[in-house]
């Protein structure tokens, strides 16, 4: 928000108690707030979408099966037959993402996926689930990609510390590529926002015209961020999914 000739483009990103005493007393913030709203809007969306049940479907149930298919050929095609085990976690990941993307481009609401918090939670969540489901399916051997087939063992004690180190480092880079595109796509907005109220109010009729490009740069932003935010759910989505695919292969 623009103050006097200062932006504070971060301000939008603060955690504020909610419902007055009663959210700061449970230390209740807009992030879980909108997390909750972002799930009722995906169920609400499946409900209200396969609820018609129709053989000629409608719009909304149309958006829900294409929505279905698009997930589960994901999962498919990418884990392999197993991957329609792992279907309805990849949807619902896929969609919470997607929809607390699109959630902070609405006025005086919050992007929950914009906190490294958040999206550490998620990477954690599934780099979790691949081990154990790596654990599942190959037992002990899994160990053994932390050797690099045919490297000299004498090598071992140098090449078994990197490999770790580059697996463990998985859901810090996801995390870190969901949370840093979130930011700063709302801070080019929040500036550019800015310039069109300080250009107005300090230059008067002058200042309305010249307000006209980063209006025009806003609207740009605002198109990207839709397309940046489907972008970042689909790559949260398909790595999820080949870390899946290398969890169950031998």
Do not use: W
Request: charged share 10%; net charge negative.
């Amino acid at each position: 928000m623009a103050s006097g000739s200062t932006i504070d483009a971060l301000g939008q990103f603060e955690l504020h108690p909610i419902f007055g005493s009663f959210g700061e007393a449970l230390s209740l913030s807009q992030s879980p707030l909108f997390m909750v709203i972002a799930s009722v809007i995906v169920l609400a969306f499946l409900y209200l979408g396969m609820r018609p049940a129709s053989v000629v479907p409608g719009r909304l149930q149309a958006a829900a099966e294409m929505s279905y298919d698009f997930i589960h050929n994901l999962a498919v095609d990418t884990i392999g037959e197993k991957g329609t085990a792992f279907f309805p976690f990849i949807f619902a990941l896929f969609f919470f993402i997607l929809t607390g993307n699109y959630l902070g481009l609405l006025p005086f609401s919050f992007t929950f996926t914009s906190h490294i918090a958040v999206t550490l939670a998620l990477a954690v969540t599934v780099f979790i689930i691949s081990i154990l489901t790596a654990l599942r399916f190959q037992g002990i051997s899994f160990f053994k990609h932390f050797m690099p087939e045919g490297a000299p063992v004498m090598l071992a004690p140098l090449l078994i510390p990197i490999e770790i180190l580059s697996f463990i480092s998985r859901p810090i880079s996801l995390s870190i590529r969901l949370f840093a595109n979130m930011v700063a796509g709302h801070v080019l907005l929040e500036v550019f926002a800015s310039f069109t109220i300080m250009l107005a109010v300090s230059l008067g009729a002058f200042g309305h015209v010249l307000a006209i490009a980063p209006i025009a740069i806003n609207i740009a932003l605002t198109a990207l961020e839709l397309l940046v935010g489907l972008l970042q759910a689909y790559v949260f989505a398909i790595l999820t999914c080949i870390y899946l695919r290398e969890a169950v292969a031998h």
